[in-house]
Antibody, heavy 127, light 106 residues
Framework: QLQLQESGPGLVKPSETLSLTCTVS??????????WGWVRQSPGKGLEWIGS???????YDNPSLKSPVTMSVDTSRNQFSLKVNSVTAADTAIYYC???????????????????WGRGTLVTVSS | ILLTQSPSSLSASVGDRVTITCRAS??????LAWYQQKSGKAPKLLIY???TLQSGVPPRFSGSGSGTDFTLTISSLQPEDFATYYC?????????FGGGTKVEIK
């Protein structure tokens, strides 16, 4: 059964780097059908798309985010990762990894709905 | 693209017909998805392309609309439907979500 599982530190200090990994089990990450994404949810608030990555390393991120992000893929481990740099309290959130179709392509995200999600992991930014 | 959901919360009884609206700040065709999120859980995809039901989702859920105005309807609310519902636009990047509608028990 295909599953996604986030892992990483639950507490990060302000100005440091938040690092998370999503492990894909039950299927290969090297699919040409899907992209692998990150979505976060601040406490008591709505959902925010962080970005998505293709297994070959192509990335698509949200330019509206205040903190710079880096995404990467490790096909040997069937994992993809997220780094959020210079975090502030505003980066405190539940972080989800999720899968979405590439569909009609990567310019228009017309098929980029998330059909499979990890359980999410809470990351708190605090000194 | 800004998505505005209304109402932000509602109270309803089992068996009620419930309608949630999502308005986009500009036209997005039919590129809209709906999700259900229960407390402490990840969102679950209900509908995509504005009206296509995701596999395994009960047919009491339906979606409609195009352009800027969309609706999610639950024809007969069931106990397991009490949750928060989000819309998401898929017309242009960055992907954005609505603020959510919490459906509570009356």
């Amino acid at each position: 059964q295909l599953q996604l599982q986030e892992s990483g530190p639950g507490l990060v200090k302000p100005s440091e780097t938040l690092s998370l990994t999503c492990t894909v089990s039950g299927a290969s990450i090297t699919t040409t059908t899907y992209l692998w994404g990150w979505v976060r949810q601040s406490p008591g608030k709505g959902l925010e798309w962080i970005g998505s990555i293709y297994y070959a390393g192509n990335t698509y991120d949200n330019p509206s985010l205040k903190s710079p992000v880096t995404m990467s893929v490790d096909t040997s481990r069937n994992q993809f990762s997220l780094k959020v740099n210079s975090v502030t309290a505003a980066d405190t959130a539940i972080y989800y990894c999720a899968r979405h179709l590439i569909g009609s392509g990567t310019y228009y995200p017309h098929d980029w709905y998330f059909d499979l999600w990890g359980r999410g992991t809470l990351v708190t930014v605090s000194s | 693209i800004l998505l505005t959901q209304s109402p932000s919360s509602l109270s309803a009884s089992v068996g009620d017909r419930v309608t949630i609206t999502c308005r986009a700040s500009q036209g997005i065709g039919s590129y809209l998805a709906w999700y259900q999120q229960k407390s402490g859980k990840a969102p679950k995809l209900l509908i995509y392309a504005a009206s296509t039901l995701q596999s395994g989702v009960p047919p009491r859920f339906s979606g409609s609309g195009s352009g800027t105005d969309f609706t999610l309807t639950i024809s007969s609310l069931q106990p397991e439907d009490f949750a928060t519902y989000y819309c998401q636009q898929l017309n242009t990047k960055p992907l954005t979500f609505g603020g959510g509608t919490k459906v509570e028990i009356k």
